[in-house]
């Protein structure tokens, strides 16, 4: 290229050029600190039940709300798609709970992928549910809910195992299948299947768990396998992070009910646990859940 028009180059070009080299280096600089970018998520308005909006019954942050009844579905989120037009022969008795935890703004902006298996490793932290007591409403103080529980490999094998710390630890998947020996002092020692995983169309997870084998109450049998179930939904939103549970029974209308008498604060404690590691992963922000599901409003 000539002199001269090199010269008029370097003149379009700010002057000289190590002036633009330092302009370069100035935006490449500023673009590497720039704030990072929000994910990208539903907002709580896209996951809860229509009837819910209509009525106007937005849940406020940190305030848990219940539904109680029959049947299989959650009423409080959207209801998955029915793969039956056929109604429930029995529909079960059901507990659902649902609050919304804000973030913490550290995990705001992480990558969907990585919030995601810090997720699936909290959820499969079976053996942290011993010791958990609920609030007896009876006897009017706090029981202990789970005097033992600890992971293992398979129900054949019931030797305790330790609780995964990442996700390599959990096997294949989707769904990450494990199995916990869980004892309370109201259905003595059951063996549990846990199985992770994604909720479909959101970055969240669904915990379900259910009884392996049957389960008595006292001496008379209270429940066939899979009959008491339980699934822990976890779904990231705009507005916060939303923890629905819900449990469901199958069994003879009275021993039910007088299992059931107790299963609203039981089912409370174990979201509570579940709550509890949210906060102290810093997903969510701490909130203090109530013991008494009797003081939790119906929307």
């Given at each position: 290229?000539?002199?001269?028009?090199?010269?008029?180059?370097?003149?379009?070009?700010?002057?000289?050029?190590?002036?633009?080299?330092?302009?370069?280096?100035?935006?490449?600089?500023?673009?590497?600190?720039?704030?990072?970018?929000?994910?990208?998520?539903?907002?709580?308005?896209?996951?809860?039940?229509?009837?819910?909006?209509t009525?106007?019954?937005?849940?406020?942050?940190g305030?848990?709300?219940?539904?109680?009844?029959?049947?299989?579905?959650?009423?409080?989120?959207?209801?998955?798609?029915?793969?039956?037009?056929?109604?429930?022969?029995?529909?079960?008795?059901?507990?659902?709970?649902?609050?919304?935890?804000?973030?913490?703004?550290?995990?705001?902006?992480?990558?969907?992928?990585?919030?995601?298996?810090?997720?699936?490793?909290?959820?499969?932290?079976?053996?942290?549910?011993?010791?958990?007591?609920?609030?007896?409403?009876?006897?009017?103080?706090?029981?202990?809910?789970?005097?033992?529980?600890?992971?293992?490999?398979?129900?054949?094998?019931p030797?305790?195992?330790?609780?995964?710390?990442?996700m390599?630890?959990?096997?294949?998947?989707?769904?990450?299948?494990?199995?916990?020996?869980?004892?309370?002092?109201?259905?003595?020692?059951?063996?549990?299947?846990?199985?992770?995983?994604?909720?479909?169309?959101?970055?969240?997870?669904?915990?379900?768990?259910?009884?392996?084998?049957?389960?008595?109450?006292?001496?008379?049998?209270?429940?066939?396998?899979?009959?008491?179930?339980?699934?822990?939904?976890?779904?990231?939103?705009?507005?916060?992070?939303?923890?629905?549970?819900?449990?469901?029974?199958?069994?003879?209308?009275?021993?039910?009910?007088?299992?059931f008498?107790?299963?609203?604060?039981?089912?409370?404690?174990?979201m509570?646990?579940?709550?509890?590691?949210?906060?102290?992963?810093?997903?969510?922000?701490?909130?203090?859940?109530?013991?008494?599901?009797?003081?939790?409003?119906?929307?």
């Open positions: 290229m000539p002199v001269a028009a090199t010269s008029r180059l370097r003149l379009m070009q700010g002057g000289h050029p190590s002036l633009l080299a330092m302009a370069i280096f100035c935006i490449i600089t500023l673009g590497a600190y720039a704030e990072p970018s929000m994910a990208a998520y539903p907002s709580l308005a896209g996951i809860l039940s229509p009837a819910l909006l009525q106007g019954k937005t849940p406020v942050l305030v848990p709300i219940k539904i109680n009844g029959r049947g299989a579905d959650p009423v409080l989120l959207v209801p998955p798609p029915r793969t039956s037009k056929s109604p429930e022969p029995k529909p079960p008795l059901r507990i659902e709970i649902l609050t919304v935890l804000p973030w913490a703004e550290e995990n705001r902006s992480a990558d969907p992928k990585i919030l995601f298996e810090k997720l699936a490793v909290l959820g499969a932290q079976a053996g942290s549910l011993e010791g958990l007591e609920y609030w007896s409403a009876s006897r009017k103080k706090m029981r202990l809910l789970y005097q033992k529980a600890y992971r293992i490999r398979k129900p054949e094998a030797s305790p195992l330790p609780d995964p710390r990442a390599s630890e959990l096997g294949k998947g989707p769904p990450w299948v494990l199995y916990a020996l869980l004892e309370d002092l109201t259905f003595g020692s059951n063996i549990y299947q846990f199985s992770l995983s994604p909720i479909s169309g959101y970055d969240g997870l669904k915990v379900s768990m259910a009884n392996v084998h049957g389960v008595k109450y006292g001496f008379l049998p209270l429940a066939k396998p899979g009959d008491m179930a339980s699934d822990i939904s976890v779904i990231p939103c705009d507005e916060g992070i939303a923890v629905h549970f819900l449990t469901r029974l199958a069994a003879p209308e009275l021993l039910a009910q007088r299992a008498e107790s299963a609203g604060n039981k089912a409370l404690a174990v509570g646990w579940f709550v509890e590691k949210l906060g102290e992963a810093g997903i969510g922000s701490a909130v203090a859940m109530p013991h008494d599901i009797a003081g939790i409003a119906n929307p």
